[in-house]
């Protein structure tokens, strides 16, 4: 078995002995700030619900073209629907991955009500015909995995010295939502590997299931390392809006995932949370001891931060589906 490069956090832990809690907290807070990267166990969710999962995807992905291209992102200004392998980008290349993603399930905004351009986020998903169990399956699913972030939420708040409930105001009513279905083919001959390039996640916090095949890989101050499946973990990550909120005393951390080799192919599901679109992202007052940790936000001109939540989300969908911004957002500016 291989062995963990990441910490290994158990949730169950939460509802330990005092004992068991306290350093449950410690070892979240430690792994957070140091590496903004670990494996989480004790979720509660069975081995069974995640290989299903995982099989929902394949069909899916197995689907004859046509019918993927039916749902095809680029038809939807809320940015929902199927990806082919090379049509989202990162860091201005193409990633060699086909995905399938939703977000919360709504109704468009009225035109005559919309303000910001953020506002044109809100919407329906897209759902493929030919598997009409996927739209009850995966919001059921995402439902799950949003309570379980709402769970670590409030434990880093604890971690944070903060009264409880310090992030309810900014993800009141409903959080945002947002899952990928992601498919990885082998690398053809000659490719770049970018299976995803390097980036940081815009939301508070990231929940990624692998199948068997290795391929996430993070960075830190010993170089990129491998977070290798581990049997019945997800793997966790901060998020920008996360750093932003603690000033910088947890860590964002830059991640890739690099492609399959040839022949081999790669599944995974990837849950992100965010505040709510209409919120602005919390600045915690910490502690002297932990406000003397805390190293800011990290800048990069490439990428701005926004504590305007929609406005963070809409830069990042902006920036990785030049289609769907040609189409839909053309008046926008590059953000």
């Known amino acids: 078995m291989t062995t963990p490069s990441l910490p290994i956090i158990d949730l169950a832990a939460l509802k330990g002995t005092p004992a068991a809690r306290s350093q449950m907290l410690a070892q979240l807070g430690q792994a957070a700030r140091e590496v903004g990267f670990f494996y989480l166990v004790g979720h509660d969710l069975s081995e069974s619900a995640r290989q299903e ?17 039916a749902v095809q992102m680029v038809h939807s200004p809320h940015f929902r629907g199927y990806n082919q392998v090379g049509a989202e980008l990162t860091r201005a290349r193409p990633d060699l991955r086909e995905q399938f993603d939703i977000m919360n399930e709504a109704q468009a905004l009225p035109v005559a009500h919309i303000r910001e351009p953020w506002q044109r986020l809100i919407g329906p998903n897209q759902w493929p015909a030919a598997l009409p169990e996927m739209k009850t399956r995966l919001l059921a699913w995402q439902d799950r995995l949003s309570d379980i972030t709402l769970t670590l939420l409030d434990a880093f708040a604890e971690v944070l010295g903060q009264p409880a409930g310090v992030f309810d105001e900014s993800i009141r009513g409903a959080p945002y939502q947002h899952m990928k279905l992601i498919h990885y083919p082998g690398q053809p001959e000659g490719s770049s590997g970018q299976g995803v390039g390097a980036h940081k996640d815009p939301g508070y916090l990231t929940l990624v299931m692998q199948d068997d095949h290795s391929g996430l ?14 049997p019945g973990a997800l793997v966790v990550n901060i998020g920008e809006l996360l750093e ?62 926004f504590y305007q939540v929609g406005e963070n989300v809409l830069k990042g969908r902006l920036r990785s589906h030049p289609d769907v911004a040609a189409r839909h957002y053309a008046d926008e500016p590059q953000r």
């Not at 890989?217 to 581990?230: H, N």
């Not at 909120?245 to 081999?264: E, I, M, N």
């Not at 602005?280 to 931060?305: F, H, I, K, M, R």
């Open 217 to 230: 890989e993070v960075e830190t101050a010993d170089g990129w390392i491998p977070a290798p499946p581990l």
């Open 244 to 305: 932003l909120a603690s000033d910088g005393y947890l860590k964002a951390t830059l991640h890739r995932v690099v492609s399959p080799p040839p022949g081999v192919s790669r599944l995974s599901c990837a849950f992100f949370m965010a505040a709510r679109l209409d919120a602005t992202v919390p600045l915690l007052s910490l502690s002297p001891e932990l406000a003397a940790l805390a190293e800011g936000p990290q800048s990069d001109p490439a990428n701005p931060l």
């Open 53 to 69: 999962t995982l099989a929902l995807a394949a069909r899916f992905f197995a689907l004859p073209l046509e019918e993927k291209l």
